[in-house]
């Protein structure tokens, strides 16, 4: 019988520092094996000694030889040790787990992403796949607040995003925080604020949000009242996942589990769960 | 199929199963003291078998979740890590020999939750190595309810062989091959239209004792309806967060994962051990958000948990009706009384999410 507690062990292959608190790891499997990775999912990782914990995939660079990309920052036990490793450490690697968004499913439609903070991590695969099938999609948005300038993630990359392809093919980025240094030329304030400074149609458009729960709360707050459909917004939430194969009982949000029938739930699904949700 | 088994052929069935596995009965613990309570654990003689039992104190889960369970160990060689597969062997064959019906129907539910989308291979072993020998109640204890929910007095699937006392044998009903393999020895004989009648006799007695009103019908729709209903208050209130409900539950099954190391962490094992949502930090993620901080919260969350999230799920209520957590329970709270509370009481509702 298959035991899926066993992580495949992988190795860390480059360390980057992200902003001024967030890193990505450049993580390959040992055994060189598909990584099967759809938009949204969630992996576990072991840091052996230490624990497990869920994180997102930030970017897959090669699917079929196992090397993908997190992108972290410290948190708990098993973050705060992940930060301490150098290069070409061992750690364990369970998953991908989840639904993730279903990207197909949005084909022709307009795209509004909504990042907070850490949340720009999941989707900026999202992103990368909206870019290569850029053809498929309508317009392509992107709203993206942190606290403050150094807690931007992926700032090198997010310019070249909007450079992809011809104009009118492009993604529109809109960048805002809530504490501005010396020489930021962008919004100030949350990014909540900046729904109302974009052109929208709702009724073509699909919402994809991520960020800490309260942002998550007002964006889809505000989507609702700007006419979105509640089956056009697209959350990802993040709970305790401990075994990530709706056993363990610790990432229920009402009777739904997380880790199985999540992390990615539209406003619809989840509207009528008793508990609080955000 | 059904048999029946004269309680003077008792000793030689339980040394034939002795032969086949190691038998696990209701066996008295805790010595000759006040103390003194009955678990299910190894019987090496029919003796050591309480048979005329009301309930044990932990239920039969624990034989097939223990408390603490090593789930794979690591070991540091020369900068690498080796893993071992502990679910490698299969388990060591098993006779659970005296499970009351709602103990077996909550090893029914649990088979659910352990082999859905990703299959346990820990419990899994240990449930597919085990012969269920069921045993109908003698009597009911004053905290049952197991026909309100369904898991009892009767039971017809989840056992290979249910026996029940109708005097000076036991009338045994065959649910499984493996349970009719067991009653191919010449102590069984099969059953008289006079055993089957005892056997009716027996069950409409038991239907007649358990007294408890508390019904299910339309429970959900009513939960679903007053979560946010002032009437829970005067239960969560009173809760102390201790988790015993959860840990003598035959249904509860949360367990927390984590890693234990040697004092240098050169190798350890990553363990698994029962969790109560009950508990402060059950659901705290990493940064500190807990969206049920409230212990009101906590407190409802196993309830919807049985009543209404398990069934919208899985079809079924999770509650087997068999008193555990009520009779533990050092705050008196009884589920019942909770639930026929809100069933019967005022509405007053505040709106969700709020």
Redesign the interface.
Same mark, same amino acid.
């Given at each position: 019988?298959?035991?899926?507690?066993?992580?495949e062990?992988a190795l860390i292959k480059d360390i980057r520092a992200e902003s001024y608190e967030a890193k990505t790891f450049t993580i390959s499997l040992k055994k060189k094996q598909l990584f099967n990775y759809e938009c949204g999912q969630f992996v576990e990782l072991?840091l052996?000694?230490?624990?497990?914990?869920p994180a997102s995939v930030s970017e897959v660079i090669k699917p079929k030889e196992g090397v993908f990309q997190i992108t972290v920052r410290e948190?708990?036990k098993a973050?705060r040790r992940l930060m301490e490793l150098p290069v070409?450490s061992?750690i364990?690697v369970r998953g991908p787990f989840g639904n993730g968004f279903p990207v197909e499913k949005m084909e022709k439609r307009n795209i509004l992403l909504v990042a907070g903070g850490m949340g720009l991590s999941p989707l900026k695969y999202v992103v990368m796949y909206l870019l290569r099938n850029r053809n498929k999609y309508g317009e392509v948005k992107l709203l993206y607040g942190a606290m403050s300038p150094d807690r931007l993630l992926f700032k090198n990359t997010l310019s070249s995003w909007k450079n992809t392809g011809e104009r009118d093919r492009s993604l529109e980025v809109l960048l805002t925080v809530d504490t501005p240094d010396n020489g930021w030329q962008w919004r100030v304030g949350r990014v909540t604020e900046m729904i109302d400074d974009i052109k929208l149609a709702p009724s073509s458009t699909s919402a994809i949000i991520c960020g800490p729960?309260l942002m998550m709360k007002a964006t889809t707050t505000k989507l609702l009242d700007k006419g979105f459909g509640q089956d056009q917004i697209y959350m990802s939430f993040?709970?305790?996942m401990?075994?990530g194969?709706?056993?363990?009982?610790?990432?229920?949000?009402?009777?739904k589990r997380v880790c199985?029938e999540g992390p990615v739930f539209t406003f619809k699904e989840v509207e009528?769960t +008793?508990?609080? +949700?955000? | 199929m059904e048999k029946v088994l004269e309680k003077s052929s008792l000793p030689a069935f339980f040394d034939d199963l002795q032969k086949k596995a190691r038998v696990v009965g209701a066996v008295r613990k805790g010595g000759i003291t006040a103390h003194a309570y009955l678990s299910f654990g190894f019987a090496e003689k029919l003796e050591d078998i309480v048979l005329d039992y009301k309930t044990t104190t932990v239920a039969p889960k624990k034989l097939f979740i223990p408390d603490s369970e090593a789930l794979f160990s690591f070991k540091r060689k020369d900068g690498d890590i080796i893993l071992g597969n502990l679910a490698s062997k299969p388990d060591e064959k098993r006779v659970l020999l005296g499970i009351h019906p709602c103990d077996i129907t909550a090893l029914s539910r649990l088979d659910k939750v352990f082999d859905e989308v990703y299959r346990d291979p820990y419990y899994k072993n240990k449930r597919e190595n085990t012969i269920v020998v069921g045993l109908t109640c003698s009597e009911p204890a004053h905290l049952c309810f197991c026909k309100s929910v369904g898991s009892g007095p009767d039971l017809n699937k989840g056992f290979d062989l249910l026996m029940t006392d109708i005097g000076r044998s036991y009338f045994v009903k065959v649910g499984s091959k493996s349970g009719e393999k067991l009653t191919k020895k010449t102590y069984f004989r099969e059953a008289t239209q006079a055993d089957k009648s005892k056997r009716i006799a027996v069950i409409e007695r038991l239907e007649q004792q358990l007294r408890s009103s508390f019904s299910i019908d339309g429970l959900i729709e009513t939960m679903r309806r007053r979560y946010n209903d002032k009437a829970w208050d005067s239960y969560s209130n009173r809760c102390v967060t201790c988790g015993i409900c959860n840990m003598v539950c035959p249904t509860c099954h949360c367990f927390a994962v984590l890693d234990k190391t040697n004092a240098d962490q050169t190798e350890g094992k990553r363990v698994r051990v029962w969790d109560s949502c009950h508990f402060e930090r059950f659901s705290r993620m990493a940064g500190g958000l807990d969206l049920r901080e409230s212990k009101a919260s906590r407190f409802k969350h196993r309830l919807y948990d049985k009543f209404d999230y398990t069934p919208a799920r899985y079809g079924d209520v999770f509650c087997v009706g068999c008193g555990r957590c009520i009779k533990f329970c050092q705050s008196e709270i009884d589920l019942r009384d909770a639930l026929r509370t809100l069933q019967e009481g005022a509405l007053s509702e505040k709106p969700l999410h709020t």
């Open positions: 019988m298959k035991n899926p507690y066993i992580p062990t072991s052996f000694g230490h624990g497990e914990f948190l708990g973050t070409n061992v364990g729960s993040e709970r305790r401990q075994c194969m709706g056993m363990c009982g610790h990432c229920m949000m009402g009777w199985l009528d +008793l508990e609080r +949700l955000f | -």
